[in-house]
């Protein structure tokens, strides 16, 4: 009895008669379809407002008509988060870096009015350099010259 049941599941499963699941993110739509979305598309007045209506058209949008960002890791919803968020990582690093590389770099005496008074030929020199930060930082970490030993690190007593 139980290879019956076992087989006929596997034919139900592979044959297809089972339903299929269609589920795509939270129940949203492309806007393109959306009645909501097109119904504020048919207000915009000028023509700046059309051609945004007409790139929106190409994201979903979900029962409000507003369009929404997919953030759960597709490759096809990419330019969403995924591009702008390590484009943003990238940046940030690039001015923690530069600001560190300069920091290091007027360390010693005068340092407090070179944080002050900024000496410019440098920090565009940290700036630039910045560029390459993402390789920098792993030539630092692979030579222990980024982290420091836990004995050296003062901690508050607590």
Known sequence: MRRLFAVLLS?????????????????????????????????AQTPQAKARFEMYSQAVCG???????????????AGDFMIPGIAFLYIAGCIGWAGRTYLQAVAGKGANMKEIQIDLPTALKAT?????????????????????VDSKVTVSPR
Not at 63 to 77: C, N, Q
């Open 11 to 43: 034919g139900f499963l592979i044959f297809g008669f089972a339903p299929l699941a269609k589920a795509d993110v939270a129940g949203l739509t492309p806007c393109s379809e959306s009645t909501r979305f097109q119904a504020r598309a048919n207000n």
């Open 63 to 77: 029962a409000d008509g507003l369009p929404h960002l997919i953030v759960d890791g597709r490759w096809s919803h």
């Open 128 to 148: 630039i350099a910045s560029a390459t930060w993402p390789l920098a930082a792993f030539t630092e970490y692979g030579t222990k010259k980024l982290v420091e």
